[in-house]
């Protein structure tokens, strides 16, 4: 669905990405791993547009989309949910989601529609605060509202950062279940975390990025039981 093919980034005289090549599969979750600096966020903001390359090709379905602007990769269904939940703390949580919905479609007279059904299906607890400021809701809420923004814009590609960053064992457990629902409902996901082994176990594929370099790809059930891996990314959970 979409490779990244000797992808190359950088910022003034660092370079963040050094010659990456990944390949997301239609249908799957893929995630990508590595320490703090490894260059994932680079990795998902030059995917999704925010940033341009200095070397190399991103092609989604076969067109090359290497530094096309991000408003036209929405409207392609490549969507980008940040890290650290960028929603609008004055806009009640409803607005928040029209907004997400604004981005792809520009005629959101038929507010309550299909969509937004379907979301608040996913995240009931948003549906019981629509009315309320987003700025209201716990940290979690927020990480819920942030993908569920995403959905409204009826990705085919969702592309995550850190989901899970901040958040208590079970909102986690929560996150990575909604997940699994949404890729067996047919949205390819790609995601970064440092919540290395909980995140293996959903993804089917992963890549270890380190200082801006893939230094190991495979089936996430092989990666987990990789000794190297273990050592240094799943050992301590
Ligand atoms: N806007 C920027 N200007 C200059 N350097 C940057 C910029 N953004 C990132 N970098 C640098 O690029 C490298 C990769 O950063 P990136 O944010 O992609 O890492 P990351 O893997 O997402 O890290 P983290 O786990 O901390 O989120 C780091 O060395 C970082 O300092
Ligand atoms: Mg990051």
Redesign the pocket.
Known sequence: MLRTDHLKVT??V?E?LKDVSIDIKKGSITAIL??????????LKTISGLIKPAGGQIYFEDTPIGGVAPEKLTKKRIIHVP?GRKIFSDLTVYENLMIGQFSVKHDTSKASNDTLDYVYELFPILKERSSQPGGLLSGGEQQMLAIARGLMARPELLILD?PSLGLAPLIIKDIFTTLKTLNESGVTILI?E?NALQTLKIADYAYV?QVGNIIKEGPADVLMKDPELIDAYLGKQ
């Not at 590595?34 to 990795?43: C, I, P, R, V």
């Open positions: 910022y003034g660092i963040a590595g320490a703090n600096g490894a260059g994932k966020s680079t990795l890290e850190e970064v440092q990025l």
